[in-house]
């Protein structure tokens, strides 16, 4: 294989692309930047990582996602919970036998920070499994003074159509309950006025 300085990349032109515009669409890819970190933290345990084939490894993990098969997410969550955990107890057992405070207390510190991380990781791995039922619960406000309500989404066509609503039949029954006044006259001691002769 060759040395991870000089190894050639393919590059996938498009139509009309300069060699420029080809390569940064490949280094902002997101499967390129993973692939590219992957790389750059496997040169303790393996000099073979091949970067083009974990950008296939990504883009087909990506592509379950789209599919709605999370198991490769629950795989990742679970190891890094477990991953978190062991460091929680690496550094609580390091932080326990050091005399020096110093030392101990950031010892103490990363460990409750790695414990801290894990149970983080679990929390969303058990969202992940069972997401939380959100319950929309309409706004019931009391206030003393002029107070106005809106609840649920108010558009234009809403808002007009809210304001005859009080004036409208609903379940067979009229929302405006209030009893109909008598017709009477303002001042019935008056007569009309007589009809007025202009010369």
Known sequence: MADKETRQ????????????????????????????????????VSSQVDIEFARDVI????????????SKLEEMLYSQAVALNMMFANLSRRASIQTNVDIRTKLATL??????????????????????????????NIAHGHQQINNGVS?????????????????????????KAKAEGVNSKLEAVGEVHRG
């Open 9 to 44: 990349i393919n590059l996938p032109y498009k139509e009309g692309q300069s060699l420029e515009q080809a390569t940064t669409e490949y280094i902002l890819d997101a499967r390129t930047l993973g692939a590219f970190v992957v790389d750059g933290n496997t040169a303790s």
């Open 59 to 70: 883009a087909k993990g990506a592509e379950e996602i789209k599919k709605g098969d999370l």
């Open 111 to 140: 460990a409750l920070k790695s414990q801290n991380q894990s149970r983080n990781t679990i929390q969303t791995l058990i969202n992940l499994k069972q997401p939380n039922q959100t319950a929309f619960i309409k706004q019931a």
């Open 155 to 179: 558009s234009p066509e809403n808002l007009a159509k809210q304001s005859n609503e009080l004036l409208e039949v609903q379940d067979d029954k009229w929302l405006d309950r209030g009893e």
